[in-house]
């Protein structure tokens, strides 16, 4: 069991760039999270999947955000126009329902 | 809406020395409260969980927190803290059927040699 896992581990894009980030939930898990950490506003939920269906985007950013789990063995996060602000560490985690979530090593994501 | 409210942002102790990080919530129904650690430069990792039963939940290295209904709280304690258990604490709630977690704003704890 490698645990969840994000790559790339550190990205550096240009303002007004796409990032695109990816996740591979732990084989079985049915549900899969994002969150950003920065260390103003520490951890900010922003959306999860259940069976690769989406339940809650409440924490999303509507306008540049998306996220999507095309099958069960993976999940990207993709930022469009990238800006300074959206430079945070982003993680994925998975759990089986209402047991402990896993969460990957995160993406370290810098806007220049 | 669920809520958490970690108070101390910083706790700092001597190796041997006990220690307590708080954790307070707010949430209307049932609930699941979880806490997380973090060393520095790594990802969180997971302590322990209630849901329900004995309020007293044991978990690794020695951790165990007590959830207390009448207090909204779900405080983490340690007897005898290591310079290894220096990191960052995160409490979390989850709430009713809705599987995502509310962290707190952490704690992180100093250990002294």
């Known amino acids: 069991n490698a645990g969840v896992i994000q790559t790339p581990r550190h990205k550096v894009t240009g303002k007004g760039q796409e990032a695109t980030l990816w996740c591979e939930p732990i084989s079985g898990h049915s549900a899969v999270f994002w969150y950003r950490q920065t260390i103003v506003q520490g951890l900010e939920f922003l959306t999860y999947f259940r069976n690769q269906a989406p339940i809650d985007d409440s924490g999303m950013p509507k306008e540049r955000f998306s996220a999507q789990m095309p099958n069960q063995s993976h999940s990207t996060l993709k930022i469009q126009s990238t800006q300074p602000q959206d430079s945070a560490v982003y993680l994925c985690a998975s759990s089986v329902q209402n047991t402990e979530v896993f969460f990957g090593k995160g993406t370290r994501l810098t806007v220049v | 809406t669920q809520t958490v409210s970690q108070s101390d942002a910083h706790v700092t102790v001597f190796e041997g020395d006990s220690v307590e990080l708080r954790c307070n919530y707010s949430?209307?129904?049932?609930?699941?409260l979880s806490w997380y650690i973090q060393h520095h430069g790594r990802g969180l990792q997971f302590l322990l969980k209630?849901?329900?039963?004995?309020?007293v939940v044991q978990g690794v290295n020695g951790f165990k927190a007590e959830f207390s209904k009448s207090d909204s709280s779900f405080h983490l304690r340690k007897a005898s803290v290591h310079w290894s258990d220096s990191a960052v604490y995160f409490c979390?709630?989850?709430?009713?059927?809705?599987?995502?977690?509310?962290f707190g704003k952490g704690t992180k704890l100093s250990v002294k040699s």
């Open positions: 209630y849901y329900s039963g004995n309020p």
């Open positions: 979390a709630v989850t709430g009713g059927s809705n599987a995502k977690l509310t």
């Open positions: 949430y209307g129904g049932s609930i699941y």
